[in-house]
């Protein structure tokens, strides 16, 4: 899952990001609404976890783009913006949760799953293709109900697969479900997880087939296991 944070204050964002990602989600930050405006224009997010007072203007403008737009991404607003009013205002305007600062990281992580957790198109459900499960806001994986553990790249190319079950998934889209604006691709990366990941699901009995369309993406389908 991506996330995008928005917040001005560089220790902070670094700390939570650092966190997010320990915890398999792929974090992008930005610290301005002009920032976040463009990060949304080019990267689907997840979830939008959002502090009001930026530099070049209020966070909540990026909340009104978002829904005036129609899209409903889960957006976790974080501030020290403590009066009712304000939390009243920021949630009619759609926020979907408001965190008051100085935030505790557990409670922000939990926050962040049960988000996630809610039904909105994909995002929180539980995958399941053939034998493999995948538990979207734990996350968790599971083959033939045995967990299994998964590095965070390899979990994010699956969820990405295991959502557009049966039909073709550009490599690009891939690469953008796995990495961060910050972070350098090599030609080969995508490749290179999806690799691992085909080894990973045949070492473990899944019930799944992998297959790669030269130049143009890959597809996961399942199939049914010999007697």
Known sequence: MRLLIVEDNER???????????????VDRVATVDAALAALEVAAYDLILL??????????????????????????????????VQRVQTLDEGADDYLVKPVSLDELLARVRALLRRPRQLVGAVLTVGNVALDTAAPS?????????????????????????????AKQKLADAIYSFDQEVTPNAVEAVVSRLRRRLETHGATVSLTAMRGLGYILSSYRAAP
């Open 12 to 26: 902070l964002a670094s700390v939570i990001a650092k966190l997010l990602s320990e915890h398999a989600f792929v």
């Open 51 to 84: 502090d009001l007072t930026l530099p070049d203007g209020e966070g909540a403008e990026v909340l009104r783009r978002l829904r005036r737009r129609g899209q409903g991404t889960p957006v976790l607003v974080m501030t020290a913006r403590a009066d009712v």
């Open 141 to 169: 994986l599971t083959i033939n109900d045995t967990v299994v553990e998964i590095p965070r790249r390899e979990l994010g190319v699956l969820q990405a697969l295991m959502a557009s079950q049966g039909r073709l998934l």
